[in-house]
């Protein structure tokens, strides 16, 4: 959670101080205004990478050198980014050289829902896969180690299969690969059994068409039902050589909700689609504080597109239950929440506050 957030030079914003509230913050403004460059300063705080570029230098302000971005958190624990065109990213946490990006991620959970988040459904497995192991990373310490130690594995394995390595040389790999994927492949499966829960109570609250459905949710390993990861890796090495590349795995896992049995896709409306992905991240985040008694950070970019006013105020009154802080950007006013701090936004500065 953050207590006080300074930006300065980041895209239009040249220099703004606010004092969020614990709860929920509206930012509002025109087109244009900045309302989304605050909600990209508080993500780079997070995560260290923007959402809109891959390329720092395009987020400093036209004519200048560097983009700032300084908050504390609500213990006290500074933390702060800066990006020179010249001497690149520096970060910053509790006063000393950052060591690790996933320190700071650690520090300020977070669920980021991006203004086309609807497009949840047409993104392919990979999106999917990240948006679980986001909550993952959050809540099970050694997810992070697991997974990242089992991609190295599997590049390993790939680059012996390209090699043409003899078989047993490619099959060295596969005892570790195997027991991280299984491991992984269980984290998965207990993390989207929670979700599921959380998800259930919180979508049909703020989608109460829905309040009826059956929810459930379908998970693919990423290798044969029937098998495990060792004996499929073991069957499909000859298709494995003439692939390429290792195709069975964790890597290789995806999922799915059904609603009634039917996948949500063929039945929301784009609102409804909105609203699932939101309760989605809102479940992760309860999740977070289950487990690790944290508040996440939630931003939420432009929650008026796709959603009427009703499902915004529903919206709004399920985030006042969570535990979360929220940044909220939206054009105009025609929300009401009792503790709710507005932040105006005109041209790249706060005009005025409350
Ligand atoms: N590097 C930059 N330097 C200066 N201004 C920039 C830079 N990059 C983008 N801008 C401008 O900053 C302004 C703020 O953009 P931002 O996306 O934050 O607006 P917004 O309030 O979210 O608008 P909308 O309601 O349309 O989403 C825009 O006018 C944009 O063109
Ligand atoms: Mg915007």
Known sequence: MISQLTISNLRNITDISIQPESGINLILGDNGSGKTSIL??????????????????????????????????????????????????QIRLNNAPLKKLSELATQ??????????????????????????????????????????YKKILQQRNSAIRQRKKSDEIQLWDTHLASFGEKITAHRQQQLSQLLTSFEVIFTRICPEYSDAEFS???????????????????????????????????????????????PAELFSRGQQKLFVLALCMAQAKITEQTRHERSLLLLDDISSELDIRHQQLVLNELALLPVQAFITSTDLALKEAETSVFHVKHGAIYSGQ
């Open 40 to 89: 990209e300063a508080v993500h780079l705080l997070g995560l260290g990478r923007s959402f809109r570029t891959r390329s720092l230098k395009n987020a400093v302000q036209f004519k200048q050198q560097q983009f700032q971005v300084v908050a504390k958190t609500e213990t006290n624990i500074p933390v702060g980014l800066q990006f020179n065109l010249n001497t690149g990213l």
């Open 108 to 149: 300020l959970p977070m669920q980021m829902i991006p203004a086309n988040c609807h497009q949840f459904f047409e993104q392919g497995p990979r999106y999917r896969r990240q948006l679980v192991d986001w909550g993952l990373f959050h809540v099970e310490p050694e997810f992070n180690y697991q997974w990242q130690s």
């Open 217 to 263: 949710i379908r998970y693919k390993n990423g290798w044969a039902k029937d098998r495990n990861l060792a004996e499929s890796l073991q069957l499909s090495l000859e298709r494995d050589q003439k692939l390429g590349y290792t195709r069975s795995g964790s890597h290789a896992a995806d999922w799915s909700f059904r609603i009634n049995d039917v996948d």
